[in-house]
């Protein structure tokens, strides 16, 4: 777990927030550029995807989706380069986010914010509703990327059967990352390769081989300890 943010819900909602997991080998290579003074938005950059993700409830206004969604296009302005997604539960509803209705955020998000910027609306490649509740299905988790860079989202699905204790369902993207991942705990060492010109020695390095890291290592040290002696 890397990072937690979280606020106060409002009325009977309890503590509102979001959450990073990622796997142990990524950690190194994700960094958080940016945590939302409410508590309700972050952004990480892992290689060359930056990754904007947040939690907006019905209780509150537009105004903490409005601030996500201006940092997104300001920053994608600044670095037109690099992929933006947005992606979390807006609670934004509107016939042509896939939805069966229309909210007042969701008209005003679409008079005011999504047709003036840089993003575009990803649909699903499967699933449709992330909701199920006694109140309907319903759409209100939504992805967004910048126009320029829809290829990197290579498909985007609604996990319907996942049961979480939720009425909201998870969504999993593929993604287009273009990056060298080296190799985990790798070390090099330099050694005269004149010491293998000893079949016995030889032998010994290619037996080494087959072992783990640390016999490795250890049947490297021996092998160039004896060579030292021999001299």
């Known amino acids: 777990m890397d990072l937690i943010i979280e606020s106060e819900g409002k ?9 990073v997991l990622c796997r142990p080998a990524l950690r190194k290579h994700i960094n958080i550029i940016k945590v939302d003074t ?18 907006f409830p019905p209780s509150n206004d537009l105004g903490a989706f409005k601030n996500c969604w201006e940092y997104s296009c300001e920053f994608s302005e600044a670095n037109p380069d690099l992929p933006v997604i947005i992606v979390g539960d807006t609670n934004i509803r509107h016939l ?40 309907g299905e319903g759409a209100p988790d939504q992805v967004y990327i910048t126009e320029d860079h829809k290829h990197v989202i290579q498909r985007l699905d609604i996990l319907n059967v996942l049961e979480l204790g939720s009425d909201h ?3 999993r993207l593929k993604l287009l990352i273009e990056a060298e991942i080296p190799p985990e705990d790798v070390e090099f060492c ?3 390769v ?11 390095y290619r037996e080494s081989l ?3 890291r640390t016999d490795i290592l250890l049947s490297l040290n021996r092998i160039l300890i004896s060579s030292r002696s021999d001299m």
């Open 11 to 19: 009325g009977r909602r309890g503590t509102e927030g979001v959450l």
């Open 38 to 55: 409410g508590n309700q938005w972050f952004a990480l950059r892992l290689f060359d995807t930056v990754v904007v993700s947040g939690y």
């Open 96 to 135: 042509e986010l896939n939805d069966t209705v229309c909210n007042a955020r969701g008209n005003i998000f679409f008079d005011s914010l999504l047709n003036e910027s840089v993003f575009c609306y990803r649909k699903p490649d499967s699933g449709r509703f992330t909701t199920f509740s006694c109140r």
């Open 169 to 171: 369902r998870m969504l």
């Open 190 to 192: 330099r050694f005269n």
């Open 194 to 204: 004149k010491l293998l010109s000893d079949q016995s020695k030889r032998t010994a």
């Open 210 to 212: 087959m072992l783990n």
